[in-house]
């Protein structure tokens, strides 16, 4: 009995530790953007300074600001150029889906305000989720740029109406020798969309989550889910792709960078209430194993 009472706790951490862990939760308690700095760049799910939140830096590039402001992370777009905000949410090397059900999940909350109301047509609001090469990683603040970036894209429209027939589009890097990551469309390929012309676009105010998961399949693809949700988005409150990458380009990802461009087709204010990064492995074989041995350790007892 002494024995199985031991063992119980270690087996059940073992087993549940393989369900998955938080990289990233930063909701800036810290009140700085720039911690924890090159190279280290994230907390990577260790809380080193105990004050709640995993951080992770991030670095501002273009016109505009991006400050800690009222627990947030707050940055202004100009009013005709763009912003770029960038964070590195896993250490040099990046964050590998090494195996069949291996998946990454990003959320991203956050409150525009100041948003474009004439109805534009552009895909000005952008975002990536991709793996940048160790030796192009920012290390002060200005725009990210590599001739070899591999990932995803979020090219959208962002108006209170939503202003063009493809407002949420779902990207994968095409061109590698291009530097820049998101001002040029043409370093990207579409891959699917949602939403129409006409539909409910965003509201001053109102808080939006942006999440996006890929996970690893048996067969070596990537299944993508890419999500914008909030207020009357899309008419429904959501705006979603569901994606599954045959031809991947890349199982690594270490990168989240967002580019909105010219306040008069996004909005004047971001303000990041949350941003959050979590890796869920596939069910490994030690926790199937701890779980056997559960089996036989309750078999055991019962026949005592």
Same mark, same amino acid.
């Given at each position: 009995?002494?024995?199985?009472?031991v063992?119980?706790?270690?087996?059940?951490g073992?087993?549940?530790?393989?369900?998955?862990?938080?990289?990233?939760?930063?909701?800036?308690?810290?009140?700085?953007?720039?911690?924890?700095?090159?190279? %280290?760049?994230?907390?990577?799910?260790?809380?080193?300074? &105990? !004050? *709640?939140?995993?951080? @992770?830096?991030? =670095?501002? #590039?273009?016109?505009?600001?991006?400050?800690?402001?009222?627990?947030?992370?707050?940055?202004?777009?100009?009013?005709?150029?763009s912003?770029?905000?960038?964070?590195?949410?896993?250490?040099?090397?990046?964050?590998?889906?090494?195996?069949?059900?291996?998946?990454?999940?990003?959320?991203?909350?956050?409150?525009?305000?100041?948003?474009?109301?004439t109805?534009?047509?552009?895909?000005?609001?952008?975002?990536?989720? %991709?793996?940048?090469?160790?030796?192009?990683?920012?290390? &002060? !603040? *200005?725009?990210?740029? @590599?001739?070899? =970036?591999? #990932?995803?894209?979020?090219?959208?429209?962002?108006?209170?109406?939503?202003?063009?027939?493809?407002?949420?589009?779902?990207?994968?890097?095409?061109?590698?020798?291009?530097?820049?990551?998101?001002?040029?469309?043409?370093?990207?390929?579409?891959?699917?969309?949602?939403?129409?012309?006409?539909?409910?676009?965003?509201?001053d105010?109102?808080?939006?989550?942006?999440?996006?998961?890929?996970?690893?399949?048996?067969?070596?693809?990537?299944?993508?889910?890419?999500?914008?949700?909030?207020?009357?988005?899309?008419?429904?409150?959501?705006?979603?792709?569901?994606?599954v990458?045959?031809?991947?380009?890349?199982?690594?990802?270490?990168?989240?960078?967002?580019?909105?461009?010219?306040?008069d087709?996004?909005?004047?204010?971001?303000?990041?209430?949350?941003?959050?990064?979590?890796?869920?492995?596939?069910?490994?074989?030690?926790?199937?194993?701890?779980?056997g041995?559960?089996?036989?350790?309750?078999?055991?007892?019962?026949?005592?």
């Amino acid at each position: 009995m002494k024995r199985f009472r031991v063992l119980l706790p270690v087996v059940v951490g073992s087993a549940l530790s393989c369900y998955g862990a938080t990289l990233v939760n930063d909701t800036w308690q810290d009140g700085s953007r720039t911690d924890p700095a090159s190279p %280290v760049y994230s907390e990577y799910g260790v809380d080193a300074d &105990a !004050d *709640g939140d995993l951080e @992770s830096a991030w =670095y501002h #590039g273009g016109g505009g600001t991006l400050e800690v402001a009222g627990g947030n992370l707050v940055g202004t777009v100009p009013e005709t150029s763009s912003s770029s905000w960038t964070t590195y949410f896993a250490p040099p090397g990046g964050l590998t889906l090494s195996n069949p059900g291996d998946s990454l999940r990003l959320t991203w909350v956050f409150t525009p305000t100041g948003v474009d109301d004439t109805g534009n047509t552009s895909q000005s609001f952008r975002l990536a989720i %991709v793996d940048t090469p160790d030796d192009a990683r920012l290390t &002060a !603040d *200005g725009s990210p740029g @590599s001739t070899t =970036y591999t #990932g995803y894209a979020m090219f959208m429209n962002m108006a209170t109406t939503l202003g063009r027939s493809t407002p949420f589009s779902l990207m994968e890097r095409g061109q590698l020798g291009s530097v820049d990551l998101l001002s040029s469309s043409g370093n990207w390929t579409s891959l699917i969309d949602d939403g129409n012309t006409g539909d409910t676009g965003y509201a001053d105010g109102v808080q939006y989550t942006y999440f996006f998961e890929a996970t690893r399949t048996e067969e070596g693809h990537l299944q993508l889910v890419s999500r914008m949700s909030g207020g009357d988005l899309g008419n429904d409150g959501t705006l979603e792709v569901v994606f599954v990458d045959e031809t991947p380009n890349t199982f690594t990802f270490d990168t989240f960078a967002l580019r909105p461009s010219r306040a008069d087709q996004t909005a004047d204010v971001f303000s990041t209430h949350l941003f959050k990064v979590e890796f869920i492995p596939e069910p490994s074989s030690f926790a199937l194993a701890g779980l056997g041995l559960l089996g036989v350790l309750f078999a055991r007892r019962l026949r005592r």
